[in-house]
């Protein structure tokens, strides 16, 4: 992993980037702390054009997004659309928003409908990404709602966006996910687990927590991963002290010489 690989996902940052003005702040500070890539997700609204004005103007680049689930499914060309005006060509699917994961129509239902968005993107040299949560790790048949889901779409329709923190969370393996994913997988986030003294799993700094992240970078690595990217969905101060902690953990531990 390079460090030009390394980018952050926006939603950490989520109240820092409602308006343009608190976008750009944020943006500066993201690039001074020594990310040169950014996902966007939960920012604004801000026009597509800004968006792009602002992040060339700090020195980033953005490197995928997460766009809205039902517009994904129902609207992949306004998909397509917008992540042409950001000159992006990876976008996820961030949650399966009113799927009920115990029925399972509604889960052929989701996969069906991945498969076909993800065709609308792929056709426009775009790829669509599953941003996994802990839910997709219940059991369908022999296997989990997660392992359906990639066996039932294309895998040029339907890249994944591993979260390392919730493939922990729902009890799987994110070293054995990457390889499974081999060849699947442009986009990884890379999110700390840990346990508070109340015995509750939270999530932390990148280093700060109990993963093993030297054999996860090189699992994502081998299977072809693109970019490698910060989140961390709560944070215990500051999130640019997170962001930047995490950043330094891994300049200093998991980057290449």
Same mark, same amino acid.
Request: hydrophobic share 40%.
């Given at each position: 992993?390079?460090l030009?690989?390394?980018a #952050?996902?926006? @939603?950490?940052?989520?109240?820092h980037?409602?308006? +343009?003005?608190?976008?750009t702040a944020?943006?500066?500070k993201?690039?001074?702390?020594?990310y040169?890539?950014v996902?966007l997700?939960?920012?604004?609204?801000?026009?597509?054009e800004?968006i792009?004005?602002?992040l060339?103007?700090?020195?980033?680049?953005?490197? +995928?997004?997460?766009?809205?689930?039902d517009?994904?499914?129902?609207e992949?060309?306004?998909?397509?659309?917008? #992540?042409?005006?950001l000159?992006?060509?990876h976008t996820a @699917?961030?949650?399966?928003?009113?799927? !009920?994961?115990?029925?399972p129509?509604?889960v052929?239902?989701?996969?069906?409908?991945?498969d076909? +968005?993800g065709?609308? &993107?792929a056709a426009?040299g775009?790829?669509?990404s @599953?941003?996994n949560?802990?839910?997709?790790?219940?059991r369908?048949?022999?296997a989990t709602? &997660? !392992?359906?889901? $990639?066996?039932?779409?294309?895998?040029a329709?339907?890249?994944?966006?591993?979260d390392? $923190?919730?493939?922990? @969370?729902?009890?799987?393996?994110?070293?054995a996910?990457c390889?499974k994913? +081999?060849?699947?997988?442009?986009l990884i986030?890379l999110?700390? $687990?840990?346990?508070?003294t109340?015995?509750?799993?939270t999530?932390c700094?990148?280093?700060?927590?109990?993963?093993?992240?030297r054999?996860?970078v090189a699992?994502?690595?081998?299977?072809?991963?693109?970019?490698?990217?910060?989140?961390?969905?709560t944070c215990?101060?500051?999130?640019?002290?997170?962001?930047?902690?995490?950043?330094? $953990?891994?300049?200093?531990h998991?980057?290449?010489p």
């Open positions: 992993m390079k030009e690989q390394v #952050l996902q926006f @939603y950490t940052l989520r109240e980037a409602k308006t +343009a003005a608190d976008f944020a943006c500066k993201v690039r001074e702390i020594g040169t890539a996902q997700s939960a920012i604004g609204p801000i026009p597509e800004e792009v004005r602002i060339k103007g700090e020195g980033l680049v953005c490197c +995928a997004t997460h766009e809205g689930s517009t994904i499914l129902q992949p060309a306004k998909v397509v659309d917008r #992540l042409k005006k000159g992006c060509p @699917y961030p949650f399966p928003r009113g799927v !009920d994961f115990g029925d129509k509604s052929a239902a989701l996969i069906e409908g991945l076909q +968005a065709a609308v &993107l426009a775009q790829t669509l @599953y941003h949560h802990g839910i997709e790790f219940v369908h048949g022999d709602v &997660l !392992d359906a889901i $990639y066996a039932g779409t294309k895998p329709h339907l890249k994944a966006e591993l390392t $923190y919730w493939v922990q @969370y729902g009890g799987g393996d994110p070293v996910w390889e994913m +081999a060849g699947r997988m442009p986030h999110k700390d $687990y840990t346990f508070t109340e015995n509750k799993p999530f700094e990148i280093g700060n927590g109990n993963l093993d992240f054999r996860i699992a994502a690595e081998k299977a072809g991963c693109e970019w490698f990217i910060v989140e961390q969905d215990p101060g500051d999130p640019f002290d997170s962001i930047r902690q995490s950043f330094d $953990y891994i300049r200093d998991l980057v290449a």
